[in-house]
């Protein structure tokens, strides 16, 4: 808000001609600003002074001027002004107009400093108030911003928050919130969730997966998670969910989860060991979580939820493909990686569990040669983070311009370092953990045209379960 702006709006508010937006813009700023106080109080102080001027006058009027002051200010217009030349009549109604303005102005100035205070008050209350959970674990780039605004890109673990939205901004990003009473959840990959307690936990899972082990709840106050298509009402459990465009997709590991279908308003229980998919047109039957399965294939040309790099449709001549894009980590700002990655997950909704001696199979092109990572992200079968881990091949395997079909075995992956500050408590190496997310990165400084046309994992034992 420019000056002018704000001068324009201390005279609509002098003279009473300010809105209620504009009385709030100029709570605003009056809050915020230090200048825009004393440029505020400038004006009072001016109109202090034409008060007393005002005042001033008044004692000097005669008998049949206090007549007409009191005529005009009790609305009675056709009191006649006996004896009085044009100088002093100007002089009467000025005085006049001075004491009506500044009646106003006080008034006005006092109504406005009380809204400010109470708004003062709403704000320093809410600043003393206690947070409502910390941040117990993270990796990958994530974005928090309060629930005052503010934005801040390196958070950290210990970090106390009082609510607000984080984001996960590639597919490596994880994250873990644990709430004052106890309750942990996790989000992992590129998940959106915004989180809040006033005496009643509310999650908004935007996008992504989300991942919780929920205490005992107080009677009557659930924890609610809301997606664009389903509410969760959880008293105390263990489950995942994954909201899609159009779909929410529950898991319960232990207890029991109630959601209700936002369309119709169908609501389901879901046991322990039970799993529904909401969609608009789906039954919400909760069936059985499906056994785990050890092999698993990309369906690219399917254009999967949630990847993250360039997809390309297939062509006549050409495969589906997910080409790598440019990624600043936030905590290196001096690498760029050219980075993709997709989810791991089948039709059936079966867990997909590596196995020692499992081995991916990656299909596809690059540009220049280079080193070669690739990534995964674990969890346990409770759904619960078990690590990130990577393997690399160099640069020499690669031609120049030309396909490449890369085998990166079990065995040759360590635990990523960016968790190592966690090593004493994550597995050691991936065996018999659920695999969530793959990813592949170079990071020679400049584009390696890394492209992707399919992503296998072949199982050691049999080669029967790679159907999507």
């Not at 006092?110 to 600043?127: F, G, H, L, N, P």
Request: proline share 5%.
């Amino acid at each position: 808000m420019s000056n002018s702006d704000l001068e324009q709006l201390i005279a609509a508010w002098l003279d009473g001609r300010i809105s209620e937006s504009e009385s709030e813009a100029l709570q605003q700023r009056l809050n915020e600003s230090p200048e825009a106080r004393t440029t505020f109080h400038r004006y009072v102080q001016l109109d202090a002074g034409l008060r007393e001027a005002a005042n001033t006058d008044r004692q000097g009027f005669s008998e049949n001027d206090q007549g007409v002051s009191g005529g005009v200010m009790g609305g009675n217009l056709a009191t006649p002004v006996a004896k009085a030349n044009p100088l002093t009549s100007l002089r009467i109604l000025l005085a006049i107009a001075g004491v009506v303005i500044v009646a106003l102005t006080v008034g006005l100035y006092v109504s406005a400093q009380r809204q400010i205070e109470a708004t003062s008050k709403d704000v320093d209350r809410s600043m003393s108030e206690p947070p409502i959970a910390k941040i117990t674990g993270l990796t990958g780039s994530l974005t928090w911003t309060g629930d005052r605004g503010q934005i801040i890109r390196d958070v950290k673990v210990g970090s106390e928050l009082d609510g607000g939205t984080i984001e996960g901004m590639a597919p490596d990003s994880w994250f873990e919130l644990k709430f004052n009473d106890g309750t942990t959840v996790m989000i992992a990959g590129t998940s959106t969730l915004t989180f809040s307690d006033f005496g009643q936990k509310e999650l908004h899972l935007k996008r992504g997966r989300l991942a919780a082990s929920v205490v005992r709840q107080p009677e009557g106050k659930p924890m609610l998670i809301h997606t664009r298509s389903a509410v969760l009402k959880v008293l105390g459990t263990r489950f995942e969910v994954e909201t899609k465009l159009d779909s929410t997709s529950l898991f319960v590991s232990e207890g029991t989860v109630q959601l209700k279908r936002r369309s119709d308003g169908r609501t389901v229980e879901v046991p322990a060991q039970h799993r529904v998919v909401t969609s608009s047109d789906g039954d919400m039957s909760a069936t059985p979580i499906p056994s785990v399965v050890h092999g698993w294939k990309s369906q690219l040309h399917l254009d999967p939820a949630d990847l993250y790099g360039k997809w390309s449709a297939p062509a006549s001549d050409k495969s589906a493909s997910l080409k790598a894009i440019p990624f600043v980590p936030q905590e290196n700002k001096g690498l760029t990686l050219h980075l993709l990655g997709l989810p791991v997950n089948r039709v059936d909704d079966s867990p997909v569990v590596v196995q020692s001696g499992s081995r991916f199979l990656v299909r596809g092109r690059l540009q220049i040669s280079a080193d070669l990572f690739f990534g995964i992200r674990v969890a346990r079968p409770s759904g619960d983070f078990a690590g990130k881990f990577l393997a690399r091949l160099p640069a020499e395997q690669f031609k120049r311009d030309s396909d490449f079909q890369a085998v990166f075995h079990l065995d040759k992956f360590g635990l990523d370092p960016c968790v190592w500050d966690r090593k004493d408590e994550l597995p050691s190496i991936p065996d018999d953990l659920v695999v969530t997310c793959v990813w592949a990165f170079t990071h020679t400084g400049e584009p390696t045209g890394l492209e992707v046309t399919e992503i296998e994992l072949i199982p050691l034992a049999s080669q029967t379960e790679n159907k999507p």
